[in-house]
Nanobody
Framework: QVQLVESGGGLVQAGGSLRLSCAAS????????MGWFRQAPGKEREFVGN????????YYADSVKGRFTISRDNAKNTMYLQMNNLKPEDSAVYYC???????????????????WGQGTQVTVSS
């Protein structure tokens, strides 16, 4: 069982930055692809980006590419989401998620992730 806890959300003005953290309770953190998703009120949960366990690659949704950066510290069992140049449309509850252990593939759909955090609210004011 993998438990995930997000932190770092808050209120920020447009153009500002925030860094979210996702702490995992599993020693084998390095063998899970980790992803970030977000959900705004009245909208479906959407993929933000992920960091693969096997080739250390990252992938981002077009809406955040060039503004958001995902990193992971396997020694600390933690993943980060650095969000720069935030826009009001980035406002949402942000969730971190872990795929099944050793799972490979594109992994951009929520159903491909087995474990989820409770979410952290990000609000960007205009």
């Amino acid at each position: 069982q993998v438990q995930l806890v997000e932190s770092g959300g808050g209120l920020v003005q447009a153009g500002g930055s925030l860094r979210l953290s996702c702490a995992a309770s599993v020693r084998t953190f390095s063998s899970y692809t980790m992803g970030w998703f977000r959900q705004a009120p009245g909208k479906e949960r959407e993929f933000v980006g992920n960091a693969k366990w096997n080739d250390f690659s990252t992938y981002y949704a077009d809406s955040v590419k060039g503004r958001f950066t995902i990193s992971r510290d396997n020694a600390k069992n933690t993943m980060y989401l650095q969000m720069n140049n935030l826009k009001p449309e980035d406002s949402a509850v942000y969730y971190c998620a872990a795929s099944g252990r050793y799972r490979i593939g594109v992994l951009r759909s929520s159903y491909e992730y087995d474990y989820w955090g409770q979410g952290t609210q990000v609000t960007v004011s205009s």
